[in-house]
């Protein structure tokens, strides 16, 4: 097979059946669970929102980005991605999915109020209450799992044949505790739920609610074990450092600004065939402003084009005064 499974266009690869063949994890990284769960949903719209649509030559990654992707597939290491904003390292995320036909993406927004429990489940526990006095009768043991639901995390855990996806996005925002939360999840591939462990001999067996909109899992004696450790995107804006041991668990990318060839790339993906005839010239203004304010994310070029592809403004009227709208820096001026 080759060892390169991900190419880094985007664009879906030939398989046999469910998706292209995943390399066989180090023995210390092969998971057991049970019980195996169902192929993940598509989220083909949120794909092309993402990404545009791409071509099977399309070249849409440099060479850094594709071995470090195929080293944390087969290493079964979350790849910690660093790089200023706006350089496309949560779209890293998206691309790895759709290339390798994984399913839908698993996004864990982190915000300083994110601890490891908020991303491995939620359980409802004073909606359970209400709905028992609802009903004026103690709620059987089994319906605890109609408040209880996994988190991104939780969910990405989940005994799958295949990796799930899953974007731990912007961790520098996190508590200063979460990374070293963290370690025994990714090390373990495992997780308990407690409030399901204390119903473990009444009911062995409970359906909960997961992070994937209408559908449940059955979780035995409230142990959740991963089969394929899934492939966890962690994004950073380098605004932060992390213990040595989180970084041990991790390989590490870090994304540089995209280039014009890049750029044009991620240009003609979401404007295929509605290009403006300027849009070159955009391009090469947004690298050289970019340059000179110390970097602008890449959706404020697609602002831009989108502005002169829709014909409600000309490409003339942009640069009269509009564009520094548009074009804002993205860091204070020294």
């Not at 079964?76 to 200023?84: C, K």
């Amino acid at each position: 097979m080759n060892r390169q499974v991900y190419q880094g266009t985007g664009w879906p690869l030939p398989d046999q059946g469910q998706g292209p063949a995943i390399p066989a994890p180090p023995p210390w990284r092969a998971f057991d669970g049970e019980p195996v769960q169902p192929p993940p949903p598509e989220d083909d719209a949120e794909n092309r929102r993402r990404l545009g649509s791409v071509t099977p030559t399309q070249a849409s990654a440099s060479q850094r980005e594709v071995d470090s992707v195929n080293l944390s597939l087969l290493l079964r290491r979350p790849l910690l991605v660093t790089g200023r904003p706006g350089t496309g390292k949560s779209g890293l995320a998206y691309r790895i999915a759709r290339e390798l036909k994984l399913g839908r993406v698993l996004r864990w927004t982190i915000t300083s109020r994110s601890t490891l429990n908020s991303g491995l489940y939620e359980y409802d526990a004073i909606g359970r209450v209400e709905a028992a006095n609802a009903r004026r009768a103690p709620s059987q043991e089994r319906e605890v799992g109609d408040f209880l639901t996994l988190g991104p995390l939780g969910t990405a855990l989940l005994p799958y044949e295949r990796p799930r996806v899953l974007l731990i996005d912007e961790i520098d925002k996190s508590d200063i505790d979460l990374p070293n939360d963290l370690l025994s999840v990714f090390e373990d591939g495992e997780y308990t739920i407690r409030e399901l462990v204390r119903l473990a001999k009444v009911a062995p067996e409970i359906e909960v609610h997961t992070a994937d909109p209408d559908r449940t899992a059955v979780i035995r004696r409230g142990r959740v074990r991963c089969r394929a450790f899934p492939m966890v995107v962690i994004t950073s804006n380098d605004e932060r450092e992390f213990p040595p041991a989180f970084l041990r668990r991790c390989l590490r990318m870090h994304i540089e600004d995209p280039d014009v060839d890049q750029l044009a790339a991620m240009v003609h993906a979401h404007f295929r065939g509605k290009e403006s005839p300027r849009s070159s010239e955009l391009i090469q203004e947004f690298v050289a402003r970019s340059r000179r304010v110390d970097g602008l994310a890449a959706d404020q070029l697609l602002n831009a084009v989108h502005l002169v592809t829709s014909e409600e403004y000309s490409y003339d009227e942009l640069w009269d005064g509009l564009i520094d709208t548009v074009w804002q820096r993205l860091t204070e001026a020294e």
